[in-house]
């Protein structure tokens, strides 16, 4: 089993046409995901290999009956292009873009908690259940089927951690890549209860970072309801204070909260193995096996 | 994006916040010059991007020219916790009764902007906020309907702030927070925001940080930002689009992704060696920006040897494997040992032009890491 995609998601690409939404969405063709319109204003009528592409969301979802999207489409634009997808009542929205002012992405998460919709990202690379379908710009390679969940605030790091596993023979159920903005839509919680109630997940990797409260809040949240056990890595020990390390959310403040000592300690005593590596990061995780 | 006091200061007081005379100055001439026409006492202010300015001597108050001279040139020049002091703000000392603190950010928690105001201003709000919070009043705010007034009055009744002043100040938090809204700001304070004997408020200090990713709706900002750059390596990332910060180690570390490099230089922390800088080339990056990444990590004399740690999604492995050629090509001898590790989307075809007689080439992070550490720890013997 999954969680948040597999093979039945019907998938609109918001910015098909452009040169990122393009070549992804062939890729994730390629991959198997059910794509089965673009939205983008102005070119309704084209297709992009094979793919009908609309002027709205709305008549994406209509006609091709889709129940989720990604969105390809540039930060100056994306905050009304996800408004447009929560307009439609999707399932799912993946927000890819990079870079969205973290303003727009603020009244873009007050929408959200008006509706049922799931959104991951922004600046992020996406979900994927191997075999089945890849929403994003994950390496779909690098990736096997099989019962470990994965949840991370950083692309790379997923794709890092994912490598060892798969190299020791170790598949996964899904992979989300939450994104490493200080707002994104699904938190690390709501990845975890995902996999909690997922009957096929035996065992969760959680990548996190320094910067915010979000993996501390995540560890009691583990204590307390989860029964699958989880093992974790934060990155940044060695970030100085009130230094930006690239993700915008991935600053440690000088007042100690959100440093990678916090979260560890804060993981450890919810019974959270934290690797020094990303190797050990799986040794943990085929221990739980 | 921090700005600069004076920066800060002259938005706040374009959008009616009443601020003291001031005026920048960048030679000892021009302090004395202007505390001649604003009169004494003045305050001589370091523009520098570090807290604390005070208790570091950064800021200085001259009763007369000579103490203003003196002030002058024990600021200006001077290193301030790393930084050089090339600015200074001169301004009119205010004789003030009581010293409040407001602020704006954002609650990353709630997803949601919280306005805070202290009666205790004046001092280490952090430290306030850790010792004693209940002396901030704090009101979160629906981004859907913005700050209402009641709120802000609130805000300012709940921290004790005295009634007569009550008002002027709710007014200001008003404004703050559309300061904080109309420019993308993550950050906007005033500590302290001074209440003189004759009953007005003054904002003393100035503190805006604004959203790097809004920049792009905020030219006028962004031609701010060229100003506040202190470090020759910063100005140099900043030209080349590159998330870089400058560390305090001899181990050089190039990469793609935040978490990534971040992991790269906790590794290289881990394996014994000391991280010299973060550079995230970020996605998709052809071969010239490879090659700028190169060219940065060379430029910092700290540097003793190189990591590059790729892992491809969205980058490509043989583009960043030209990149690296084409970087070292024009070097008659390398300048410092090269790493390299590269997976994911075409590492293979990366491997195979890459040009093994000029970088070390490694199959796993941990390998690729151990070993910078050790050419670092050979550089400097």
């Known amino acids: ?289 | 994006m921090r700005l600069h006091e004076y920066q800060a200061k002259g938005l706040f007081a374009d959008a009616g916040i009443p601020t003291p005379d001031s005026r920048l100055a960048t030679s000892v001439d021009e302090v004395v010059d202007a505390g001649r026409d604003m009169g004494y006492p003045v305050a001589v202010k370091a523009q520098v991007h570090v807290g604390g300015r005070g208790k570091a001597g950064g800021i200085e108050i001259a009763t007369d020219e000579d103490e203003l001279r003196e002030a002058a040139e024990s600021i200006i020049g001077m290193d301030l916790k790393g930084y050089h002091v090339d600015r200074v703000l001169v301004e009119s000392a205010v004789d003030f009764t009581n010293e409040l603190y407001l602020g704006v950010t954002l609650d990353r928690g709630e997803g949601e902007p919280v306005v805070m105001v202290s009666s205790e201003g004046g001092v280490d709000i952090e430290e306030v906020a850790a010792e004693t919070p209940e002396a901030i009043a704090r009101e979160g705010v629906d981004p859907a309907y913005g700050l209402h007034p009641f709120q802000a009055r609130k805000a300012v009744y709940e921290a004790g702030v005295p009634g007569d002043v009550a008002r002027a100040v709710s007014s200001v938090l008003e404004t703050l927070y559309d300061l904080w809204e109309n420019n993308d700001a993550s950050e906007a304070e005033i500590n302290p925001l001074m209440v003189t004997s004759e009953g007005d408020v003054v904002a003393a200090d100035a503190v805006m940080n604004v959203d790097d990713d809004a920049l792009f709706r905020h030219p006028d900002l962004a031609e701010m930002e060229e100003e506040s750059y202190t470090d020759d390596l910063e100005r140099k990332a900043g030209e080349y689009g590159f998330d870089y910060v400058r560390l305090s180690g001899n181990v050089g570390i190039i990469g793609n992704g935040a978490g990534l490099v971040m992991t790269t230089l906790d590794l290289v922390d881990y394996y014994g060696g000391e991280p010299a800088n973060f550079l995230d080339i970020g996605g998709g990056a052809k071969a010239e920006r490879v090659a700028n990444a190169l060219d940065m990590v060379f430029s910092d004399p700290n540097v003793d040897s190189v990591v590059f740690n790729i892992f491809g999604g969205i980058t490509r492995g043989d583009e960043v494997a030209r990149g690296i050629n084409d970087a070292l090509a024009q070097f008659d001898e390398i300048p410092k040992p090269v790493v390299v590790r590269l997976a994911g989307t075409n590492a293979e075809e990366g491997m195979e032009i890459l040009n093994t007689e000029l970088v070390q080439v490694e199959r796993t992070l941990e390998e690729a890491v151990q070993r910078a550490v050790a050419n670092a720890e050979e550089g400097n013997l």
Do not use: W
């Open chain 1, 1 to 289: 089993m999954s969680v948040l995609v597999d093979e039945d998601t019907r998938v609109v690409v918001q910015g098909i046409t452009g040169g990122e939404g393009k070549f992804h969405a062939g890729q994730m063709i390629e991959y198997g995901t059910n794509v089965v319109a673009g939205a983008v204003p102005g070119k309704g009528g084209q297709e992009v290999d094979g793919v009908p592409v609309y002027d709205t969301v709305h008549e994406a979802v209509r006609r091709e009956d889709a129940d989720a999207s990604v969105v390809f489409v540039p930060p100056a634009f994306a905050a009304d292009a996800l408004f447009e997808a929560l307009d439609t009542s999707l399932d799912l929205v993946v927000a890819i873009t990079e870079g969205i002012p973290t303003q727009d992405v603020m009244t873009v998460n007050r929408r959200l908690s008006e509706t049922d919709t799931h959104l991951v990202g922004p600046n992020c690379p996406g979900v994927i259940t191997p075999g089945e379908a890849k929403l994003g710009i994950l390496p779909g390679n690098i990736f096997s089927a099989g019962n470990v969940g994965l949840v991370s605030r950083s692309g790379t790091l997923t794709y890092q951690v994912v490598d060892n596993l798969t190299k020791r023979g170790i598949g996964q159920t899904t992979a989300i890549g939450i994104g490493g903005d200080p707002i994104i839509g699904t938190s690390f919680i709501d990845a975890l209860e995902l996999f909690e109630a997922d009957p096929d997940t035996e065992a969760v990797a959680m990548c996190g970072e320094i910067g915010g409260e979000d993996e501390e809040q995540a560890a009691k949240f583990i204590a307390t309801e989860m029964d699958t056990p989880v093992a974790g890595f934060i990155a940044g020990r060695t970030a100085p204070p009130g230094k930006r390390m690239g993700h915008a959310g991935a600053i440690v403040s000088g007042s100690g909260t959100g440093t990678a000592e916090s979260k560890i300690e804060a993981l450890n005593d919810a019974g959270v193995p934290v690797g020094d590596t990303p190797e050990e990061v799986a040794d943990h995780i085929e221990g739980f096996l």
